[in-house]
Structure formats: structure tokens, C-alpha cells
């Protein structure tokens, strides 16, 4: 199983950033997915899921400005992100199941 994140880089505050997730060796349909987000020194936090029946959730400091979704036909997961935040500024991570991808570097900043 294999993930790759993608999209990530220098926004100022206010943009919009996508990121992607790519998986190879793994049916996406029929796991939780999610993106959780790492600033250094910190704990790995969780931003949004969505899940087998398609319903979708988010943590209060992100909720009507990211947005979560999935594409089956490309074995593949994103993150619409709004109106980014300084505090947005983070490592953004995919996770299905068990397996996280290896990150993608989202900085905001003026």
C-alpha cells in the first residue's frame, strides 16, 4: 500500500490550496479516510474524515473552510482548503485504514 500526498506550498493568507492523495495497493471505498495535520513538536492532529457511507466530518478549527472528498474512479482523496489561516501552517498527512502517506508541506504565510 502505498500513499502519496501532493498540492502543498507557500499561500498567503486568505488563498486556497488542494491537496491530493494518491493510493496504489489499496480500495479506497471501503475505508475511513482523513487528513490529519503536524506542526514541530507537536501531536499529529486530526482535520476531517470521511467515511465508508460517505458522510464527512471536521474539526471545529477548520469546519466551512476545508473540504473533503473522494474519487473512486482515481483511487484518490482532497482537501479543499479556503481562506487558509497563518495557524493552518502545518505537514498535511492522508490516512486510510491503517497506512498514512508521507506528508505534504503547507505553509501559510504574507
Known amino acids: 500500500v502505498h500513499l502519496a500526498e501532493s498540492g502543498g506550498g507557500l499561500v498567503q493568507p486568505g488563498g486556497s490550496l488542494t491537496l491530493s492523495c494518491a493510493a496504489s495497493?489499496?480500495?479506497?471505498?471501503?475505508?475511513?479516510l482523513s487528513w490529519a495535520r503536524q506542526v514541530p513538536g507537536k501531536e499529529r492532529e486530526w482535520v476531517s474524515g470521511i467515511y465508508v457511507d460517505g458522510t464527512t466530518r471536521y474539526a471545529d478549527s477548520v469546519k466551512g473552510r476545508f473540504t473533503i472528498s473522494r474519487e473512486a474512479a482515481k483511487n484518490a482523496i482532497y482537501l479543499q482548503m479556503d481562506n487558509l489561516k497563518p495557524e493552518d501552517t502545518a505537514v498535511y498527512y492522508c490516512?486510510?485504514?491503517?497506512?498514512w502517506g508521507q506528508g505534504t508541506q503547507v505553509t501559510v504565510s504574507s
Open positions: 495497493g489499496f480500495t479506497f471505498t471501503r475505508s475511513a
Open positions: 490516512k486510510a485504514a491503517i497506512y
